[in-house]
C-alpha cells in the first residue's frame, strides 16, 4: 500500500524555536505534498503545499524543503508560538492517473510549543 | 462563505446498530471525500465522489460501509451493524477538481463511538 512515513510522532518546542518535521514517501508518482493543521475538535486545514519542480516554499514562518531523489519532505515553522500547538499532517498524492485526487496522510505529529 | 458541515458532530451506539453520518460540502464543489481518522492515526480515506461519475468505494473497509450522494451535494455515510473497531472520528471534505489546486476543504467531523 502506498505509505507516507511521518516523524516525530510529538514535538516539544520553546516559544521562538524551530519546529522541524519530516515525511518520506515510496511512491514516485506522487506530485503533490500538502500539509495539514488540526486543532482538536476541528478538522484538518491546509497550511501549505509543494510540487517537486521546487525545492522549497516558504509562507510566513512555514517552509517546506523537497528532496526529490531521496523522496522525502519536511515541515519547517521558524519562531515557533503557542498557538501552532496543532496536529500537523503531511500529504501526498499523485497528479494524475488512478487515484490521483486521493490525499495518503502520515500519521501526524504532535506540536506543543510551551511558552 | 459557509464550510463543509458534518451532523451529528457525536454519535454513541450500540454494538449492532447501524448509523448515518451526513455531510455538507462547500456550494459549488463537485468532489466529496469520506476519511476515516482514528485514534493516533492518519486520515484513512473511504470513499470519492466527483460529480456524476461512479464513486471511488475502494478505501471501504468492509461491506458494511456504504455511502451515497444525493443530487450531487449531499452525502450520507452509513454503518450498518456497528463493531467496536468501527468507532474513531469520520470526517467529510470537499473540493473543487482543479489541476492548480488540491486544496480538501474538511469539515469538523463525527466522533463515533460503538460501545
Known amino acids: 500500500q502506498q505509505q507516507v512515513k511521518q516523524s516525530p510522532q510529538s514535538l516539544i518546542v520553546q516559544k521562538g524555536g524551530i519546529s522541524i518535521i519530516n515525511c518520506a514517501y515510496e511512491?514516485?508518482?506522487?506530485?503533490?505534498f500538502p500539509w495539514y493543521q488540526q486543532f482538536p475538535g476541528k478538522g484538518p486545514a491546509l497550511l501549505i503545499a509543494i510540487r517537486p519542480d521546487v525545492s522549497e516554499k516558504k509562507e510566513g514562518r512555514f517552509t517546506i524543503s523537497f528532496n526529490k531523489s531521496a523522496k522525502q519532505f519536511s515541515l519547517h515553522i521558524m519562531d515557533s508560538q503557542p498557538g501552532d500547538s496543532a496536529t500537523y499532517f503531511c500529504?501526498?498524492?499523485?497528479?494524475?492517473?488512478?487515484?490521483?485526487?486521493?490525499?495518503?496522510f502520515g500519521k501526524g505529529t504532535k506540536l506543543s510549543v510551551i511558552p | 462563505g459557509a464550510g463543509v458541515s458534518q451532523s451529528p458532530s457525536n454519535k454513541v451506539t450500540e454494538k449492532g446498530k447501524d448509523v448515518e453520518l451526513r455531510c455538507d460540502p462547500i456550494?459549488?464543489?463537485?468532489?466529496l471525500y469520506w476519511y476515516r481518522q482514528s485514534l493516533g492515526q492518519g486520515l484513512e480515506f473511504l470513499i470519492y465522489?466527483?460529480?456524476?461519475?461512479?464513486?471511488?468505494k475502494s478505501g471501504l473497509p468492509s461491506d458494511r460501509f456504504s455511502a451515497e450522494r444525493t443530487g450531487g451535494s449531499v452525502s450520507t455515510l452509513t454503518i450498518q451493524r456497528t463493531q467496536q473497531e468501527d468507532s474513531a472520528v469520520y470526517l467529510c471534505?470537499?473540493?473543487?477538481?482543479?489541476?492548480?489546486?488540491?486544496?480538501?476543504?474538511f469539515g469538523p467531523g463525527t466522533r463515533l463511538t460503538v460501545t
Open positions: 456550494s459549488g464543489h463537485t468532489a
Open positions: 511512491n514516485t508518482a506522487f506530485d503533490y
Open positions: 465522489f466527483q460529480g456524476n461519475s461512479a464513486p471511488d
Open positions: 500529504a501526498a498524492t499523485p497528479d494524475s492517473g488512478a487515484g490521483s485526487y486521493q490525499l495518503t
Open positions: 471534505a470537499s473540493s473543487l477538481v482543479d489541476r492548480s489546486s488540491y486544496e480538501q476543504y
